[in-house]
């Protein structure tokens, strides 16, 4: 009985061993109907995210299984901001080409959830909206809010690591792969309490590198901005009509209503903000805000201190500094004991300077 037993087992072995075998072969087999891979194409663009590809070629009579190209990500530097948007770069290479026998300036439509890699753009001044090419150029954003691009007309994934079918994402704070520590949640109401010498009042500051900025105003009043750079150069900026503009380079989306305003940043801005209220009736506001601000002050571990004594044994310590990120200076302790999520490092201690003293 164990000798058939073996022998069963055995049979069994052999069978997976001819079945992996010819597995590997036929694979071996199909791989070698293609030629090798040629060499990358130059990139789609030279800054922004582009796509590059590969060919090879069927050196069989039948057909090959697989692709017969392949495309990688390339120039992922970011554009400088006078190079504008690269959709809105394609819409306006129409502008000199009559569209039923009239010259049109057009802008971009973007998020088309229907067909996100077609060139539709409308006419500047009108409703009117034309898909003036079947497919972008290689290397166009799906969406405004994303990576992933189009290439051959397909919407491709691209992680935050830049690469094609990455599945790897920025956390809130804009770290690719990130696990959120390095920023924190701020969230707060404000109410307005009108006075009749007061003509406005401060609802929330935003300080600069904060992301995902949402405020809702409910009421009668209006919300403005106020920025200062980090060079200390200060401007103001009413909100007087909803649509999309820049702001000290941060793109802003406003949307006023008869009764209520909501203003949306997705950052990081490059200044810092105030957001300030105007009053401009009888009754009260009430705002809501959200943002993730960067945790820019740290502490740091020094190293260790001088020896407490040069012979015989003796110790040293080390401590902890506060440390501001955006200027790579060390700052008083206050700033790092604001964001509660820093932990300042316990001293750590050691022996030293051991060897006896000379007699």
Known sequence: MECCRWTTAGTFLLVSLMLSSRTARSEEDRDSLWDAWGSWSECSRTCGGGASYSLRRCLSSKTCEGRNIRYRTCSNVDCPPEAGDFRAQQCSAHNDVKYQGQFYEWLPISNDADNPCSLKCQARGTALVVELAPKVLDGTRCYTE??????????????????????????????????????????????SQLSANKLDDTVVAIPYGS??????????????????????????????????????????DFQKFPDKEILRISGPLTAD???????????????????????????????????????????????????????????????????????????????????????
Not at 162 to 170: D, N, P, T
Not at 225 to 237: A, C, D, I, P, R
Request: glycine share 8%; aromatic share 10%; hydrophobic share 30%.
């Open 146 to 191: 994303s990576l992933d691009m189009c290439i051959s007309g397909l919407c491709q994934i691209v992680g935050c690591d830049r690469q094609l079918g990455s599945a790897v994402k920025e956390d809130n704070c804009g770290v690719c792969n990130g696990d959120g520590s390095t920023c924190r949640l701020v969230r707060g109401q404000y109410k």
């Open 211 to 252: 992301r995902q900025v949402r405020l809702v105003l409910k009421g009668p009043d209006h919300l403005y901005l106020e920025t200062k750079t980090l060079q200390g150069v200060n401007s103001e900026n009413s909100l007087s009509m909803t649509g999309s503009f820049f702001v000290e380079n941060s793109s802003i």
């Open 273 to 359: 903000f105030t957001i300030k209220i105007r009053y401009a009736g009888a009754s009260e506001s009430s705002v809501q805000f959200i943002f993730y601000q960067p945790i820019i002050h740290r502490w740091r571990e020094t190293d260790f201190f001088p020896c407490s004594a040069s012979c015989g044994g003796g110790y040293q310590l080390t401590s902890a500094e506060c440390f501001d990120l955006r200027s790579n200076r060390v700052v008083a302790d206050q700033y790092c004991h604001y964001y509660p999520e820093n932990i300042k490092p316990k001293p750590k201690l050691q022996e030293c300077n051991l060897d006896p003293c000379p007699a």
